[in-house]
């Protein structure tokens, strides 16, 4: 815990310049640009052009920031990652047990999903493309988080001795495929697809079926 007698020697945040502001602002535009021009074209028809074309900024002024429209698309996904990753790492250090865990990780992924639809349209539209771009810094940094709690688990022995690498790519396999199914339900339900995906990771189908009988 911090000395509060050495707070009085902390100086306050120094706002940024104008210029500072201004490149914050011209990348903040593109990348807004970018969100809504993949999320209406799709990636495969979007151009650098349709995203200069969004922000009213000059081409030039566009590659001072990005080189091309898939470094615009990984900042995109590198900012998505950013928003969910504080939250699955929450849940990470409440879990109480490997069940709690995985719970908590579709949980919190499947809920991001459900109530921040603008991004998750980006990702849907350009499922393809998000593919291609899962080596992401943040996205692979968010994987690599996963990987290390479940050879954690594993070790301690709280999780199944099984292939870690399997497991993690199976876990986010069903958090992404859930997704897409997710969002078409009227209402969609975390709750209920949480507990479809936490049973079937630690059970199995047949402790689905079992569930599903009246």
Do not use: C
Not at 94 to 113: C, H, I, N, Q, T
């Amino acid at each position: 815990m911090a000395d509060p007698s050495s707070q009085t020697d902390t100086l306050p945040a120094q706002k940024p310049g104008k210029r500072e502001q201004t490149k914050a602002n011209n990348r903040r535009a593109i990348i807004e640009a970018g969100r809504h021009v993949f999320a209406e074209l799709g990636y495969g028809e979007t151009t650098v052009r349709d995203i200069i074309r969004k922000t009213g900024l000059a081409s030039g002024t566009f590659y001072n920031y990005f080189k091309s429209k898939e470094e615009v698309f990984q900042a995109i996904m590198d900012e998505n990652a950013l928003r969910v990753r504080p939250r699955l790492r929450s849940e990470r250090i409440r879990a109480k047990s490997f069940e709690e865990w995985l719970r908590g990780m579709f949980f919190v992924f499947f809920d991001y999903v459900v109530n921040d639809q603008h991004n998750y349209a980006i990702m849907r539209r350009n499922s393809g493309a998000l593919r291609v771009r899962m080596d992401t810094p943040e996205i692979l940094a968010g994987f690599d988080e996963l990987r290390v709690d479940l050879e954690k688990a594993v070790a301690s022995g709280i999780a199944p001795q099984v292939d870690v690498a399997y497991l993690s790519a199976a876990i986010i396999g069903i958090a992404f495929e859930m997704s897409d199914r997710l969002v078409m339900r009227d209402p969609p339900d975390v709750e209920e697809a949480t507990d479809f995906a936490t049973t079937l990771v630690l059970n199995g189908l047949g402790a689905i079926a079992e569930k599903s009988r009246p």
